[in-house]
C-alpha cells in the first residue's frame, strides 16, 4: 500500500503577497475580538503549545469577509485624496 501525502496550503502562504503589509493584530482585535498570539498562530499553523492548528470553516470566512472589508476601507481613503 502506498501513502501519498498530500501538502496543503497554509493561510499564510495563500496570504504571501500582503502579510507583511498588513497590521495582523489589529485584524485580529478588529474582526475576531482575539489576541494579536491568536492569529500569528493560526497564520502559522501552530498553536501555543507547538501542535498543529488551522483556521477553522467559519474563522476563514470571517478571514475572507474581513480583508474584503479592509479593502473597501483603503479604497475609500483612496478616493477621499484630492489630485
Do not use: C
Amino acid at each position: 500500500m502506498e501513502i501519498v501525502a498530500t501538502r496543503r496550503t497554509t493561510v499564510k502562504q495563500q496570504l504571501a503577497d500582503i502579510a507583511l503589509d498588513i497590521s495582523w493584530a489589529k485584524i485580529s482585535q478588529r474582526y475576531f475580538g482575539k489576541s494579536s498570539s491568536w492569529i500569528y498562530h493560526k497564520l502559522d499553523g501552530r498553536d501555543g503549545n507547538g501542535g498543529v492548528t488551522d483556521f477553522t470553516i467559519p474563522e476563514r470566512a470571517q478571514l475572507r469577509n474581513a480583508l474584503f472589508d479592509f479593502s473597501d476601507r483603503i479604497r475609500r481613503s483612496a478616493e477621499k485624496i484630492e489630485i
